[in-house]
């Protein structure tokens, strides 16, 4: 660290900083060994081993087993862990690299740190707090590289950029605010750069290229906000409100990926479509699972907002129809597998919410109306597609003969020539 970082660290050559580098990534091995074996961490002599490592690795202390008689605690070692972390986070991010798979290879040495930290803890508070710090600094190191400029050269995939991300998000000390940088900041902008093909100016990993591992890892846990949301006495009426609040906000980026394709022909590549019908259905699964009991706890006093998250729910559920039609008329395989578990989920949430509405006795508040066949873009699809997709084996009739719940006070104009076919 202070040969690659410290103020003299401007005098080294490039031989000297590719010398560095192999030297490092030959530590982040050998130390990678050592925190991923569980015999190291499951027994009192096993832990003795790894504090006596740990101190020489630190301290340079050469001290042998036969000269310690007391037994580590948790503690101990998560404080000598946070010397190597430290270091291993310096090497990385103190000096720049344009080599990414070296600074991949220190992530992955703080993640293995972090989960050797989870594997030697106690219960105690403060042993948990230790290993939460070291998922806070993965966390940290995975987003400053993510916002660091890469060599034109350079590859960016899931493997990389995907995994950088994934854990950005599983150990951010606050999911909602780093998606909602993922998606305003970053996503939402690629379409402002020339065709398309970015990079974004504040995340230069995010192109054209990068574009399905930020979009898959971004939605996925989208999903998992979700489920996280509902990890709490949701009968408590104190934490109605701030539920409401990030529930909508989860459905408004939901719909503001879907616009991503809808709207930028150039994004709606096969497997983000697959990525959308695939995280789309858990994501109304668990919204049916979750939300609607919810709903009905506090109905009474959020009738209004309860209604307004609906509607925004049914424009997520009308592009799922329309990717599914989609898959169809292109044949694709892998939309067409997805396809059933999509539909069941859509048409699970519009007889929960017609359910809902029934115990509340607030059937006159919605209505139905047939669905027109629309192509993923939104533009209707002409009368011999329209024809076409419904002679199809299970007839893409999503979009033909299924009914949706709508908002009584939603009117659309693409839906006003149709108002003969609604049905209070």
């Known amino acids: 660290a202070e040969l690659r970082c410290s103020q003299n660290s401007t005098d080294n050559d490039n031989e000297t900083e590719q010398q560095l580098v192999a030297t490092a990534r030959c530590l982040f091995s050998c130390t990678r060994t050592l925190f991923e074996s569980e ?3 499951r027994s009192p002599s096993g832990k003795l081993y790894l504090a006596l490592i740990l101190k020489q690795l630190g301290r340079g202390d050469r001290s042998g087993y036969q000269d ?12 000598l862990l946070v010397y190597v972390a430290d270091n291993v ?33 106690d219960d105690s508070s403060g042993a948990k707090a230790a290993t939460t710090s070291f998922g806070k600094k993965l966390s940290d190191v995975s987003h400053k590289l993510l916002k660091e400029h890469w060599p034109e050269e350079t590859k960016m995939n899931k493997s990389n950029v995907g995994k950088l991300l994934t854990l950005f998000l599983e150990h951010s000390t606050d999911r909602m605010s780093s998606l909602t940088s993922l998606v305003n900041d970053v996503l939402l902008e690629l379409p402002h750069t020339e065709k398309c093909k970015g990079p974004v100016e504040n995340y230069p990993t995010c192109s054209s290229s990068s574009f399905g591992s930020y979009y898959t890892v971004v939605i996925s ?78 109905f009474d ?22 990717i599914i039609a989609h898959g169809k008329r292109e044949k694709d395989a892998n939309l067409a597998k997805e396809g059933p578990r999509a539909k069941k989920s859509l048409e699970l949430f519009i007889h929960k919410v017609k359910s809902l509405l029934k115990k509340n006795r607030c059937m006159t508040a919605m209505w139905t109306k047939t669905l027109t066949a629309k192509d993923i873009d939104g533009s209707a ?16 009739s999503e979009e ?19 108002s003969d076919d609604e049905e209070d």
């Open 39 to 41: 015999i190291l961490t």
């Open 68 to 79: 310690s008689i007391r037994r580590p605690s948790s503690a101990h070692i998560n404080n």
């Open 89 to 121: 986070s310096e090497i990385i991010t103190g000096a720049y690299t344009g080599d990414l798979e070296f600074a991949m290879d220190g992530v992955l040495t703080i993640q293995s740190i972090f989960e050797c930290s989870k594997r030697i803890s």
């Open 221 to 298: 846990y989208l999903w998992k906000q979700l489920v996280k949301l509902f990890d709490c006495d949701t009968k408590n009426p104190a934490v109605a409100k701030k539920m409401f609040e990030t529930l909508a906000e989860l459905i408004d980026f939901l719909q503001s990926l879907f616009d991503l394709t809808r709207e930028n022909e150039c994004l709606a590549k096969k497997a983000i479509l697959l990525q959308q019908l695939k995280f789309g259905s858990k994501f109304i699964e668990t919204f049916v699972a979750k939300a609607i009991p919810f709903f009905q706890v506090h």
């Open 301 to 322: 006093q959020h009738q209004d907002t309860i209604f307004e998250l609906i509607r925004r729910m049914q424009k997520n559920c009308r592009q799922m129809y329309a």
């Open 381 to 396: 699809l002409s009368d011999e597609e329209g024809t076409t997709q419904s002679d199809d084996s299970d007839a893409g």
């Open 400 to 418: 033909e003969e299924e009914e949706e719940v709508k908002v009584k006070d939603e009117e659309e104009e693409e839906d006003d020539s149709e």
